[in-house]
């Protein structure tokens, strides 16, 4: 009985699926081409709406050679997007890029991460980035007192459009390294 209930819960699936794949190719090339136009159009009015808010990748990679450069990170891994948003609890309409790594070294936790963001929303990423430092320091790091330190004197600066969030690594330097580069990089 269960068996016949499994195989008419997967015909019935199977059906839903075909069903929502069906429809005319003409009028699907001719949705198509609309949506195309549609994203070319909006596209457009996004670039001219947020020209003040043109992506400078370069400045960042820059800011975050210039800390890593004194605050190494082991074992890297690179923040992206899925990072941002589900780890770091960064809201992604507020960023415009960003740059940064992430020790994937569980003795550790060196971080390097710098955003440009939407103008007006400085205040709300740094909010942001202090709730996270706060989640590392009180429960992700519970157990590991080297850790906690670390985390609980994270450097979180912002400059004009630019956040930057440093956690020196474990073995790092002391934070007054980071701040020179820092203050540095961002001037």
Do not use: H, W
């Not at 015909?11 to 195309?36: E, F, I, N, R, V």
């Not at 050679?65 to 780890?87: G, Q």
């Not at 989640?135 to 790091?141: K, R």
């Amino acid at each position: 009985m269960k068996k016949m209930i499994s195989i008419l819960c997967a015909a019935t699936l199977a059906m839903a699926l075909l069903a929502g794949c069906g429809g005319s190719s003409s009028s699907a090339a001719s949705s198509s081409a609309a949506a195309s136009s549609e994203a070319a159009v909006s596209s457009e009015a996004a670039s001219s709406a947020e020209s003040s808010d043109a992506a400078d990748t370069a400045r960042l990679e820059a800011i975050v050679a210039a800390v890593e450069a004194v605050n190494e990170v082991s074992n890297p891994r690179v923040i992206d997007d899925f990072s941002l948003e589900n780890e770091m609890g960064l809201t992604p309409d507020n960023i415009v890029a960003f740059r940064g790594d992430v020790t994937n070294d569980q003795a550790d936790c060196a971080l390097v991460f710098a955003a440009q963001v939407k103008d007006g929303t400085a205040d709300a990423v740094k909010a942001e980035l202090e709730a996270y430092k706060e989640s590392m320091s009180s429960t992700l790091y519970a157990d590991f007192a080297d850790k906690v330190a670390k985390a609980q004197d994270a450097r979180i600066v912002v400059k004009n459009n630019v956040v930057v969030m440093v956690i020196a690594g474990v073995n790092g330097p002391d934070y007054s390294e980071i701040d020179t580069a820092i203050n540095g990089a961002l001037a």
